[in-house]
């Protein structure tokens, strides 16, 4: 059986509905962490040709990969607060102040997390910028002859 969702006192209670239940938030962290970061490893360990990395990244299905990774925490994170705002007005006056002070801090915890999974990929485009193949131009130092 699952929990009874109208008397519970904490938001992140395993087993009540789709958003503030600690499965799902798992799930989807984990969802989340192999859609962002596995295109990103199989390109670092070579496994995909550049061409086949611009045809990606112009494709419908890369455009839609890219605005998951920028735009599904703020996303998650919007619907969760909405959530988790209609409960905490139908619990007890006492103990609104904690929920909503752990909740900030789950929320600040997903927030880094995402904000890292964006700098990676900075760092990752900086890279690549870097390691870009410029074409030799005759008459400059260092060109191949």
């Not at 007890?92 to 909740?103: E, N, S």
């Amino acid at each position: 059986m699952g929990a009874d969702c109208s008397v519970r006192v904490i938001w992140y209670q395993w087993g009540c509905g789709f958003f503030g239940n600690m499965l799902w938030q798992g799930a989807a962290t984990l969802i989340y962490f192999l859609l962002a970061f596995v295109p990103l490893y199989l390109w670092a360990r070579g496994r995909y040709e550049k061409s086949r990395v611009q045809a990606f990244a112009q494709s419908l299905v890369g455009i839609c990969w890219a605005f998951l990774v920028s735009t599904g925490y703020p996303l998650w994170a919007w619907f969760e607060s909405r959530s988790f705002e209609h409960w905490v007005v139908t619990i007890d006056i006492a103990l609104r102040a904690d929920q909503r002070a752990y909740f900030k801090l789950m929320m600040d915890c997903a927030k880094n997390f995402w904000t890292a999974v964006l700098a990676t990929y900075t760092i990752a485009g900086l890279w690549g910028v870097a390691m870009k193949e410029s074409p030799t131009k005759p008459g400059v130092a260092g060109a191949g002859t």
